[in-house]
């Protein structure tokens, strides 16, 4: 499956392993995290990988998940299809494509894998993620599992290369501070896109250059 002309600046940027990083990622970092919060005893850290699905070559898009309104940690947010690493998985594309088929159906034959952006690593779940990038060449047959999704939401490159805006987000260990993308202004029902999925974003956008 061949990669529309659009992404050859994300594709060597990958490839070739200059990746925006740190620098890029921290720029959607809530208040109060430091480029040290990845750093941690590798005993301790668990797993896990996120599909960042790009389609649409005439306006470039990105899709978006959220996450039910279940209680758990990241209840209700606007997330990246994904999930921690389980036996058998070749790490972390296969733990992507897997995560993104069970939770959307999306089939391993539409995607096209471009690379990986750096990990980040999240605190409250000690989880180390790493973002990995991938073409749709179709959504068609796209069909969400309700337990772990509650909306699909195609979003346009553009709206993530405006300005970001700071609001208050309540976390398990009280309110912080953080950048995030309004992502439909005409859905005020929506949260806002913010914390490490914010954060590979604000990479991606980086990685992908100006076109």
């Given at each position: ?43 301790t ?18 899709l ?10 990241h ?9 921690g ?14 995560e993104?088929h ?6 391993r ?17 000690s ?14 047959g796209v ?27 309540p ?28 954060m ?12």
């Amino acid at each position: 499956m061949g990669l529309p002309a659009f992404l050859s600046a994300l594709k060597t940027c990958l490839e070739g392993g200059e990746l925006p990083g740190l620098d890029a990622q921290m720029r959607m970092a809530p208040q109060g995290r430091t480029p040290e919060a990845g750093s941690r005893d590798a005993g301790t850290i668990r797993y896990a990988a996120v599909l960042l699905v790009l389609f649409d070559e005439r306006d470039p898009s990105i899709l978006l998940i959220r996450r039910p309104d279940d209680g758990s940690t990241h209840s209700g947010e606007l997330a990246f299809p994904g999930g921690g690493f389980e036996e058998g998985d070749v790490f972390p594309e296969g733990t992507a494509l897997r995560e993104a088929h069970e939770e959307l159906g999306l089939k391993r034959q539409h995607l096209s894998v471009i690379g990986t952006l750096s990990p980040i690593f999240i605190p409250v779940s000690s989880y180390q993620v790493v973002p990995v990038v991938a073409w749709a060449e179709t959504l068609a047959g796209v069909a969400p599992a309700s337990d772990e999704v509650s909306e699909v939401l195609p979003v346009p490159l553009r709206v993530l290369r405006s300005a970001p805006v700071r609001r208050v987000f309540p976390t398990p260990s009280g309110e912080i501070v953080a950048p995030c993308w309004i992502i439909h202004d005409d859905r005020p029902d929506l949260p806002p896109l913010w914390g490490a999925s914010a954060m590979a974003a604000s990479e991606l956008i980086d990685a992908c250059g100006e076109s």
